[in-house]
């Protein structure tokens, strides 16, 4: 009995061990074949015309509409006064998340008082507080990074007290049996122990921030891809519409990747 288990064992290891190039080959061209068999529905519909063209534009128009404004600089003006804005806010609202995210998780106090005045705020959509913020900060890039500031806060902060507070208390009392310091404990254990749940938590803020500032340059701007998105749809240029939303994904998918490349690198210890 125990060798006819151990040998399906082994027959189960050999047809993973045979499976996993095909699923790795597999996982790296469904991408693409999605992205492409999106692609043909699009040309096909614009082929039919089933909408006119300034509905629903060709692949080609998009494509020679990116090219006009890459070429007359448009593209780049407006996709870098966005990019600064979004990075800005994350930053700000990434720190302020989790400064703010340790204290509450360290302070129950701090956390009765704080904790209506944080879930009144996040409970209301950030399109109602743009107009404010636009009124109090002015159209320039200062109410849009605001505006990104506040999306990106609140589930860092979130991720940052759940990190801390999911710390085992056998281990915090491992740490005081050896005298470690304050500082020792919070580095050599609650750091490591928030990080896993901190870098999730940041991935989502990553694509938050994108949203907090465009929604500020949807409510006043004369620069960004908001802006842009919304003087080309008041002349229909839908074209013109779409360049934008995908400038828009590239960086949310960019800023994304560079958090899972960042939390491969500071959790490379987990695979050990």
């Known amino acids: 009995m125990q060798n006819t288990v151990l040998q399906d064992e082994k027959t189960i290891i050999e047809v993973q061990r045979r499976w996993r190039p095909q699923t790795v080959w597999l996982r790296h061209i469904a991408t693409p074949l999605v992205l492409l068999l999106l692609l043909g529905i699009w040309q096909i519909i614009a082929m039919l015309q089933i909408y006119p063209s300034f509905i629903i534009p060709s692949p080609q128009s998009v494509a020679e509409k990116f090219y006009e404004v890459l070429l007359d600089g448009r593209l780049w003006l407006h996709t870098s006064t966005t990019l600064s804005a979004v990075v800005s806010g994350l930053l700000l609202g990434v720190l302020c998340g989790i400064v703010l995210g340790y204290l509450i998780a360290k302070s129950t106090v701090l956390e ?106 949807f409510v006043s701007a004369n620069a960004g891809l908001g802006f842009l998105i919304t003087l080309a749809r008041s002349q229909y240029d839908t074209a013109l519409v779409i360049v934008a939303v995908l400038m828009l994904a590239l960086i949310a998918r960019t800023l994304y990747g560079l958090v899972s490349l960042l939390e491969r690198y500071l959790l490379r210890w987990r695979t050990h």
């Open 112 to 217: 009765s008082v704080l904790s209506p005045l944080i879930i009144g705020v996040q409970s209301t959509p950030i399109v109602a507080y743009a107009p404010l913020l636009v009124i109090w900060f002015g159209s320039g890039p200062t109410s849009k990074i605001v505006t990104s500031t506040l999306i990106v806060f609140f589930p860092t902060l979130m991720n940052t007290v759940v990190g801390v507070r999911t710390v085992p208390q056998s281990l915090r009392d491992l740490m005081r049996v050896h005298r470690a310091t304050q500082w020792q404990m919070f580095t050599k254990l609650e750091v490591p122990a928030a990080m896993p749940v901190l870098l999730s938590g940041l991935k989502i803020s990553a694509t938050l921030a994108v949203i907090g500032a465009v929604v500020g340059e």
